[in-house]
């Protein structure tokens, strides 16, 4: 079963910084549209950050600023540097293409804010 793998998160205090890391098979990424995602106790999982394959970039509101989403089309891997976390960001992370396919969900990392 193809799927994405995401990794790199953990607890960190308000204002901290931490990177996600997403890895992938060459057939689901190279060429794509890539996204992060998140999905907080109790909300439904939403799109935070895109970059397409030429690598333009597109951010939500609430991170935008704080956020930084990029790829190494050489590796097949997506980061996510997380800056000024803050307890609102704590979420389940998710990478997907974008738009994001169904089958290709993988079990996200966890990212706890504390105050």
């Known amino acids: 079963q193809v799927q994405f793998v995401e990794s790199g998160g953990g607890l960190v205090q308000t204002g901290g910084s931490l990177r996600l890391s997403c890895g992938a098979s060459?057939?689901?990424?190279?060429?794509?549209?890539m996204g992060w995602y998140r999905q907080a106790p109790g909300k439904q999982r939403s799109e935070i950050a895109r970059i397409l394959s030429g690598g333009s970039t597109n951010y939500v509101d609430s991170v935008r600023g704080r956020f930084t989403i990029s790829r190494d089309n050489v590796k097949n891997m997506l980061y996510l540097q997380q800056n000024s976390l803050k307890p609102e960001d704590t979420a389940v992370y998710y990478c997907?293409?974008?738009?994001?396919?169904?089958?290709?969900w993988g079990q996200g990392t966890q990212v706890t804010v504390s105050s």
């Open positions: 060459g057939s689901i990424f190279s060429g794509y549209g």
């Open positions: 997907n293409q974008w738009p994001p396919r169904g089958g290709y």
